[in-house]
């Protein structure tokens, strides 16, 4: 590979792990916030990208078809919360698990329903539709420079959130407490209402933007959703900047780790196995920083 | 009086698994000998959930594992014999065991259930994108193992009665052998853990090394389950170590009842029935085995074994 | 033999402090908590630490268990440098405690929790094909602490089900299962009404003898009730340490109870 290989690839991985970021950070705050492990996070994300392909279809506009899509998630969030999350607060991992477990099958076999079982793909919008020349025969996408923008843009307004709000003073504290959220004075049930509904708004966001660069296809929810877990063991939980970190670590690694055969010693070991270089990573923080990188110690 | 019931209850339940090939069609011997499997698979996960309260998402990584080592281990020509066979699984996936354990097991709560599901997903992956077992097709168990007693007694795996009859016995030893554990001075260190990890840590416990003790004899025993499974279908895939056999596994344990004996045996017989059921009323059964999912978590969570029958006298 | 007798170990005991800390500091991400706190207890004394809220009395007590490191300072147990060892080692090596929050096992039965912390004395614990029963010292052990706290009739209760000042009981009884030499009690009074008070103390009164306790404790009248050394705590300093009467008429004392008489 010559540097501006390598320089595609990096600004490849860079916005590969900010999209990490957007589905990693609803989760940590979710838990964060209402201390709840909510493993249907992937779902959104995948609900996201067939709304996406859907939407796109019937509105023909791209940014018209966004909004509607973010509104409809956040709706759905909404409604989620009401049937089912508000009653997880008080009960343990194991339940939490299993109802969010329920939810993944109920929208696997809806998608399957409603969108069948194929894989489809969305266009570029036509305004960011085109390269950028870096050298005479290399050039890189403007729609992927546009999604990192993005991703860095909502990622500032979550660290301004998290440092410069009361609320951001318990995501920050990792640990999610009903007594210091009542003594703060706010109404718990909205609050939770909300934040659910971001996340869930958030992953559907980031399954609609992804959509016109990768595929849209079945799989796409739980192949995120374990990636966003290894971004938040490596981050850490409570820690928006441990999840930032972790997450552009891990875009770097899976997206280098499937150009680059691994080499070791010369002898190239299986190269299907660099799909699994993330979850070296992952082993690593697990044997020398239980906690994650940026995480409290427990 | 409400004990007697319920040992009438079981003995005749007992009596009917024992007399079931005898009238059973071919297609419920097998189912049956499908939920007996799961059984041991399930209980094993118990002995995790229920009894140790590590709440994992990557179990059937030793599942499926162990049916793999089945696979890659079964040589082309003549037949293995079976303990040998079983052995080998048992102890492989022991060995993987200790190494996923020792990594999650440095691991609490929310963060223990996240990396044991990447761990098993890796595994997923390890097998589906490799060409070393087959990769996305899985692999053919070459030849069945051959159960011989010497020359004087001999069960044959392919027939269904057999091999029901054999994933009986087993999956009684099984229940056996974790109720053994369950009252052992081991077991009542996994009780402390389960209930009060952090007293349990201060009375003078190393509490890691039992929670890494009682997942490898955890991952021996689904070693087990997923090697009788392999034989059963003669055939090994990536599935086999997904984490929808793990999520499937943890909601026959809640559905049972976690942290009894019986739990499991109760959960997974009941799941796999009811979504026998649903298969047949529409091929998006997916979607009423989620609703059901969802509505006993919310309203059961303590499981069947929650009902007074079959509580043990108070 | 029984095995919680464990006399014959005792009388080799060297006389002098049981337990000891020297210097003893604990910094949290820049706040001090502990600031070089020295102290010690020998057998058959009670010390006992008191002072305001945040004085560091928890934090010195999360040291001495084990529970904290300590950023500077040395933890000296029975004549044997321990500083740095976890909270596991610690009980091992004869330091038992109780909690300010009760910290016991609520689903289980009296006899059971007692049965777990017994058992971790005994080299057994790895065990897995055999039951209980083929140990039945375990058991006994546990029957002879409750024997002791005078819990007999709770025995097969759940811990869940009983009062607020027997669950304090069952704290206590957990420690003493673990035949520790040294014994730290945080709090043991906690959330007890005026009866279970005095229970409390005459329990204390009762089984002194055997370990050298160190006390944290706010109400005044077990301390002076029990204590033979008392030590007072402010923003994680050590402002006096005495016997209980020299303490009480100290001034610095006085003002740092903001004028309140101590013995009030």
Known sequence: MDAFAIFIQAMNGIQYGLLLFLVASGLTLIFGIMGVINIAHGSFYMIGAYLAWSLMGWLENFWFGLFVGVAAAFLLGLVLEWMFI???????????????????LIFSELRSVIWGDDVHSVAIPALLDGSIQLTENLAYPIYRLWLSGVCVVIAILMYFGIQHTRLGMMIRAGESDREMTKALGINIGLVYRFIFALGVSLAAFSGMISAPISSVFPGMGSQVLIVSFVVVVIGGLGSIKGAMVAALLVGLIDTFGKVMSLDIFGINIFPEMAGMSIFALMALILIFRPQGIFGKEY | MRAILRKLFFGLIF??????????????????????????????LNLLVGFTGLVSLGHA??????GYVLALLSPVDSAMNFFVALLASILCTGVLGVIFGALVLRTKGIFFIMSTLALGEMLFYFLHDTDLAGGSDGMYINSRPDVSFFDWWQLDLANVVHFYYLALITAVIVLIVIRAIIHSPFGRVLAGICVNEHRTKALGYNTYKFKLVCF??????????????AVQFGVV??????????????????????????????????????????????????????????????FFPHGLVGFKFFKKGS | MDWLDLSFLKKDLKVGALIEARGLTKKFSGLTAVSKVSLSCERGHIHAVIGPNGAGKSTL???????????????????????????TKMSLLGVGRSYQRTNIYPSLSVLENCNIAVQSRLDMSMQFMRSVNAYPDVESGSRRVIERLQLDSLSYKKASELSHGEQRQIEIALALATDPKVLLLDEPLAGMGAEESLNMIALLQRIRSDFAVILVEHDMDAVFALADTLTVMQNGEIIESDKPAVVRSSPRVQEAYLGTSIDA
Request: no cysteine; charged share 10%; glycine share 12%.
């Open chain 2, 237 to 298: 895939n990536p599935e086999m170590v997904g984490w929808h056999v793990s999520g499937h596994a943890l909601m026959m344990v809640i559905l049972g009842g976690k942290g009894a004996i019986l739990g499991p045996v109760i959960g997974t017989t009941t799941l796999m029935l009811v979504e026998e059921g649903f298969q047949m009323v529409t091929k998006h059964w997916q979607l009423l085995t989620g609703v059901a999912i969802v509505l006993v978590a919310l």
């Open chain 2, 61 to 66: 990584a030793f599942f499926g594992f162990s």
């Open chain 3, 61 to 87: 007590m999360n040291l001495l268990s084990g529970e904290l490191r300590p950023t500077e300072g040395k933890i000296v147990v029975d004549g044997v440098d321990v500083t740095g060892y976890g909270s």
């Open chain 1, 86 to 104: 508000r009653f997880l607060y008080d009960r343990d991992h194991l339940q939490q698990v299993l109802v969010t477990y329920g939810l993944i």
């Open chain 2, 15 to 44: 009596l009917a698994l024992l007399l079931l090939p005898f009238w059973g069609d071919r297609f419920y011997i097998q189912f049956a000998s499908k939920i007996l499997i799961m059984i041991v698979f399930v209980s094993s």
């Open chain 2, 216 to 229: 490898v004899i955890a991952s021996m025993i689904a070693a087990v389950s997923g090697f009788l499974s």
